[in-house]
Each structure stands twice: as C-alpha cells, then as structure tokens.
C-alpha cells in the first residue's frame, strides 16, 4: 500500500546552512523555524488538570518557549558563587520541558543530582563537559520496553534512554524480575515494569488466550497482579487483542486494582483493525468505559498500530473527548510506519482482509526479505517475527501534533537481532526525522514526549521518577546530550542492530555511560524503579 509523502522535508544542504550559522544563531533559527506554538506542552499543576490520584495530568494548553529563571524542584538555594562542582556541562543548550526552560547554561552535578542550572559559568572539580553547540536535555524514558537483557539496554544508551520501564508487562513474576537484572551484574540504565495480565492470567489460573475467565478465575487473576504490584512493579499491562479471552470485567477488575495503588492500567487495545464485529472504534470506546467507570489512569499502547490505525483523528477524538471530560487518558505511539509481531499471533489472523495489504508488504525482521505467496507458509511454520506496513507517515505526524501523545519504543534488542528497528532507533528518530526534518513539532514538545510526559504517567505510584525526565535543580543527574544537527536513526529491519548517531554524551545518576570514546561497558548505574508500596 503505498504511503503518502511528507510533507515539507528540508535538504541536508539547507540543516548545514542552518546549523553553520553558529549556535547562538542557529538556536534563535530552530526556535522560529520550530517554535511557532504549534503542538507546545506545558504541564498543568492542580485545578482541572490533576488526576483523581493526586498526581499532574498533561493539559493541552499552547505557548512558545520561554528563557525563564533555572528550574527546580525544591525550595532551596542554589550553592553559592564559589562552590566547586563534582562535574559541570558548560556551554550547551539546556532544556527542561516541564517549565520551558531553554538557554545556553551551564548544568553542576553533586554526586548523582543536578544542584545548579546557572546562565553563569560553573566550577567544577575537573570533570567537565564542554557541551558547545548541542542539546542537554533530561535522559530519555523509554515507557513502553522490554525485560533487560543484558544486551539491549547498551542500544538504547546510545538512543539517550537512561530510564527503560516494561510498561508492555514483563514476562516474569516482580520478585523474579529485579532479581534477574540483578543476577546480570546490574543495568547501565534505570529500570522497572508493569504487571503483565497474560503471563498472570496463565501461570496463576491456567487460562489460555482464548478463555473466558469465571469470577472467581478474574480474583485470582487480580491477586496475582496485586503480589506483582507489591513486590515493586509499577503498572498494570493488559493485550486484549492478543489475549481475547480477557473479558471487559477482567479490564475493568484490573483497573480498580490500578486505581488503587495510583499505577497506571497500560492497555494493548482489544482491536486493530476495522472490519465488523470489533473494529478499533469499539476498542477506544472500551478504554474510555473503563476509565469513566473506575477513575483509574489509562494508557493506551502504541495507538498508532492498534486503535488508532488509518484513523489517527478519530482514535484521538475519542480519547481527547474523555480527557475534556476529566479523565486521565494518555497513548503513546513508536514513529514507524510498520509494526511487527509473530506470525501465528492472532493479530495476523485473516491479515489480508483486515489490514488491506498483500504479501509484499511483509519482511521478516533481521532480513531484508519480502514475504511472497510461496515463502508465507514456511515462514508461518517457523513463526517468524514479521513487520506489517500497514500505517502512514500521516498518522504518525498526527498523533505527534497531539500535547498528551508520548513515545514508547515496544522493543528492546535481543542478541540474535531478531527485532524491530524500533528497540535502537525510536528516540533518536523523533528527534531527528520529525522534530529536525520534517518539523511536525517544535523541540521542546518533542523532547516532552520523550521525558516528562512518561516520568508524570508512573510517578504517583513510582516516587523515583518524580525527579526524572527534568532538567532542574534537585533532579536526578540523568542526561542526554546530543548534537541536533546529526541525530538520527540508523537501524533498519534488515539491520535492527545498528546504533544511533549523534547522541554524544549520556550521564546516568551523574556517571558517564557514553562520550565520544564511545560506551564505558564497565559501569552500571542503573537502579530499581519500584512501586510506593
């Protein structure tokens, strides 16, 4: 199915124009060519923008941004003139997208914590980075992950992620899931998850995908989430779609449960496709009934591949509609125009038909091959992991346009590379495609995607991350540093192992994971993100 073009791509040749004007001119540029109000976040505190578990839920008000005091997240002062600081960023363009903050500043790190933000020169210790011409913004949150593995989390370093949280359900119990990053020596980046509804649904009461579970089945079902939740995951994931066995009463059990510890119900909508019966209108109208019916915070999952496919508007109306109503509604989206999964999952039944493509528009994920009429069946066999080019480049732009839409990557890189791009290249690629290229949205409402909006979406039932995905003083020394005029994506479908370009530094709890040199493969400063309880 062919896709429509892009509109309004820059040449290379105009981004060298544009970033060889010199920093402090081409910053003044960038914030005029991407900074015209359109699509701007801001976060609302309190009135009708708090959710009903007492935590902040992202408004939909507009304004550019604006150089404003240095942030911070505590009452108190700043050390004083003559304090010298363990390491200090000096020279880049510093953002924090919660206040708006957005100037050429000089960052101070105590320990693993921000302690200045000054327009002023620092003094440091000697450990300096010299971050002239570049982006200093909050490590990236990748909400939507997978189990560390040892493997992929070094990827995603390289993407700026400094915090991976498996909102899309790990595929242990929660004791055994810290226990297994620990048993790894440890991660190079922050880590956590959710509760995964299926893996529980299964172990506990021994349903399959396709079973209905009894009332007394969805209590044991909710125990089992609830023992999750209290050995320290920090959300609820449910894949009715995958799992079509899981009844609304089941959703809506999980959701009281959700609600009741402040953690987010993440939810792989029920349908995604639009061929009666079950089309993605009733899959976003199922989320919506549950959010009203139990106050909890919803979160849909890659809308842009489920619920929200060749109907990007409708599916966000839909939500916007419940959010206007005081719900506390969110999505998030991976920027690709393909989605991938196994072929014998139910979402590849009657594929044809509900997708609207031909085989062509199959590859199977770590080659560079199309799928045809006579290799389909010995694929299937195999159950290879297959990309489905079923979305378009409108959808996407769209849903970015949306002040509430987050990104999640819904991947993390094995060692056999069987994978999505997505699991190496998703952060840099709203950066640099859609922020940088194609200007769907200003960098500070990119970056917000990528940063405050997930920290605000777990952190009342995880308090760690109300000092992440900030640029303010009294935060967590979490970073990511980048040159805005060569970040970009590198891994493709065929190639899903090739690592970002331009992400220069990444400073995890104040150490240093990447520089230029490249990784430091001997640190590990990666903590546990555990639930309040």
Not at 39 to 58: P, W
Not at 96 to 123: N, R, Y
Not at 488 to 503: C, H
């Amino acid at each position: 199915m062919e896709q429509p073009r892009p509109p309004g791509q820059p040449s290379v040749d105009r981004r060298k124009v544009l970033f060889g004007l010199g920093f402090g001119a081409a910053n003044a540029a960038l914030l005029r060519q991407l900074g015209t109000g359109s699509g701007e976040t801001v976060i609302a505190s309190g009135g009708a923008g708090t959710s009903a578990e007492g935590g902040d839920r992202v408004a939909t008000t507009l304004g550019p941004p604006v150089v404003t005091d240095p942030p911070s997240l505590t009452d108190e002062t700043p050390p004083a003139d003559t304090h010298v600081y363990d390491r200090v960023i000096s020279g880049g363009r510093v953002i924090d997208p919660e206040s708006g903050f957005d100037a050429i500043a000089d960052v101070g790190i105590d320990g693993k914590t921000i302690t200045a933000i000054s327009l002023a020169p620092l003094q440091s210790s000697g450990a300096r980075i010299d971050a002239t011409g570049m982006v200093v913004a909050p490590g990236f949150i990748d909400i939507l992950s997978y189990n560390p593995n040892g493997y992929g989390e070094w990827f995603k370093i390289q993407d700026g992620v400094t915090t991976n949280l498996c909102m899309h359900g790990v595929d242990v119990s929660g004791e055994s899931f810290f226990r297994q990053v620990e048993q790894l020596g440890g991660s190079p980046v922050h880590y956590g998850g959710a509760s995964d509804n299926d893996k529980v649904r299964n172990t506990i009461a021994g349903l399959g995908v396709f079973d209905e579970p009894t009332a007394g089945q969805i209590g044991e079902v909710v125990r089992g989430a609830r023992a999750d939740i209290e050995a320290g995951l920090i959300g609820i994931h449910m894949q009715p779609e995958y799992a079509p066995g899981a009844t609304e009463s089941e959703v809506l059990a999980h959701a009281e449960l959700a609600r009741e510890f402040g953690v987010p119900l993440c939810v792989h909508a029920r349908y995604s496709d639009d061929l009666e019966p079950g089309t993605q209108a009733e899959a976003m109208n199922e989320v919506v009934r549950v959010a009203e019916a139990t106050g909890v915070r919803l979160h849909v999952e890659h809308i842009n591949s489920t619920g929200g496919t060749g109907r990007m508007t409708e599916a966000l109306a839909t939500l916007e509609a419940g959010r206007n109503s005081g719900l506390d509604l969110s999505a998030c989206i991976y920027p690709y125009r393909f989605w991938a999964t196994y072929l014998r999952s139910p979402r590849y039944d009657n594929w044809q038909e509900k997708y609207g493509i031909d085989y062509g528009q199959l590859q199977v994920a770590g080659s560079s091959e199309r799928l045809n009429a006579s290799t389909f069946p010995a694929a299937f066999e195999e159950n290879k992991l297959t990309a489905a080019f079923t979305m378009t480049e409108e959808d996407i732009a769209t849903a970015l346009r949306s002040p509430w839409v987050m990104v999640g990557s819904d991947a993390i890189l094995e060692p056999a590379h069987n994978n999505h791009p997505r699991s190496t290249g998703c952060f840099s690629r709203i950066v640099g495609k859609y922020v940088r290229d194609l200007q769907v949205i200003d960098l500070r409402s990119g970056l917000a995607k990528l940063t405050i909006l997930p920290a605000k979406l777990v952190e009342v039932g995880a308090p760690a991350m109300r000092r992440k995905g900030r640029m303010q003083m009294g935060a967590d020394a979490d970073i990511a540093i980048f040159d805005p005029t060569t970040i970009i994506d590198r891994s493709t479908i065929a190639k899903p192992q090739r690592p970002s370009e331009g992400m220069k530094w990444v400073l995890v709890d104040g150490t240093v994971v990447l520089s230029p040199e490249g990784l430091d493969r001997d640190v590990r400063p990666g903590t546990p993100i555990r639930s309040a309880v």
